[in-house]
């Protein structure tokens, strides 16, 4: 019987670091990470690796994450997919990812906590531990996963919770899919698969699509706010509100204007729980703000609902559109159509395997 086949793609970050001068920074590519990995040379499963990037998570851009998608999409003759990266953006590339790849080969985002030249460094444990869900036929079909701390996460709950701790993922809305035990992938929970989304082209030559992100807080007056009406650069906004989706009423005016000039979605900052659509109805309630034409998240966090407005928005997805499409989000069985696909244009060619 053929041992399993994975594709580790190595985009940079924590667990491609090492020391430099008391700090850290780039240093290791995809096959320096397997090699790296005690237990995987007797997993029985054949690696072979693609250095996409090398870069720090913070600095990852929507088109380099619209070219992993099409990498992905193409990828053909592998049983799992692994992707390594930054652990400080991986709750939006994951939810990103998700949106963007269709297929049924599972894609798994691990990295690490710890640097690899640091005392304990989690990443081969991580990246062994994703190696084994990748190629778990219960992992098949359930979009884009995240692995760390021998925890599996959905891409569209996970969350990064924690600056340093290696066990800084939760899941909030629902818990961890399954766990990794001594080798074992054993999965207790279920994610609905959300509907893929239209993808933008990918065009260098594309205009740039803005899409800001205001978190309100006690005593925001709207200054903030309208410095976005008086910038053409903007696109769309994403309103992190109180509780269930609450402004101060003295930001209302200026939402309410907001909204008239682009799509503004509604999101909480709590980080957990849905957007409230019919319980507050004074100045400022979410009842007022939708009044007001904004857009309500449903149950993803502002980082996600700004991921998925700023992919409609690329791709040309028109504002009437929008509602129908936050919705289908958060009720996965109201999607109807398929996804566009993205323009492949060139892969990279730096594929090798791992002997």
Do not use: C
Not at 290 to 301: F, H, T, W
């Amino acid at each position: 019987m053929p041992r399993p086949r994975v594709m580790l793609i190595g985009l940079g970050g924590t667990i491609a670091m090492s020391a430099d001068a008391g700090a850290v920074v780039p240093a290791l590519g995809a096959a320096q990470l397997v090699a790296a990995v005690p237990g995987l040379a007797g997993a029985g499963v054949d690696v072979e690796v693609l250095d996409f990037r090398q870069t720090a998570s913070a600095s990852l851009s929507f088109d380099d994450l619209l070219g992993l998608a099409a990498v992905l999409d193409a990828l053909d003759g592998v049983d799992g997919i692994v992707v390594t990266q930054g652990t400080d953006s991986m709750e939006e590339t994951a939810y990103l990812l998700d949106l963007a790849y269709r297929g049924d080969t599972p894609v798994v985002m691990t990295g690490a906590m710890r640097a690899a030249s640091a005392a304990g460094a989690d990443g081969p444990a991580n990246l062994l531990a994703a190696v084994r869900v990748a190629v778990s036929p219960q992992a098949r079909g359930r979009g884009v996963l995240v692995v760390m701390a021998d925890e599996i996460h959905a891409a569209v709950r996970v969350r990064k919770t924690h600056t340093t701790g290696v066990a800084a993922f939760r899941s909030p809305g629902g818990g961890v899919l399954g766990q990794v035990t001594e080798g074992r992938v054993r999965f207790v929970n279920a994610a609905a698969r959300g509907p893929g989304v239209p993808l933008p082209a990918l065009d260098p030559r594309r205009p740039r699509v803005r899409v800001a992100l205001l978190t309100m807080a006690l005593g925001d007056d709207g200054t903030l706010a309208e410095t976005l009406l008086r910038d053409d650069a903007w696109h769309g906004a994403v309103i992190a509100g109180f509780g269930g989706g609450h402004v101060p009423a003295g930001v209302v005016p200026v939402l309410r204007r907001l909204a008239a000039r682009m799509p503004v979605v509604l999101a909480s900052r709590t980080g957990e729980g849905d957007v409230l659509t019919s319980s507050y109805g004074y100045p400022g309630g979410e009842v007022d703000l939708l009044g007001a034409g904004l857009i309500p998240a449903g149950p993803l966090d502002p980082l996600k609902a700004r991921v998925l407005l700023h992919l409609l928005l690329s791709a040309g997805v028109p504002a009437t559109h929008l509602p129908s499409a936050f919705t289908a989000t958060a009720d996965p069985s109201t999607a109807a159509s398929p996804p566009l696909r993205v323009d492949l244009g060139r892969l990279p060619a730096n594929r090798s395997p791992i002997t």
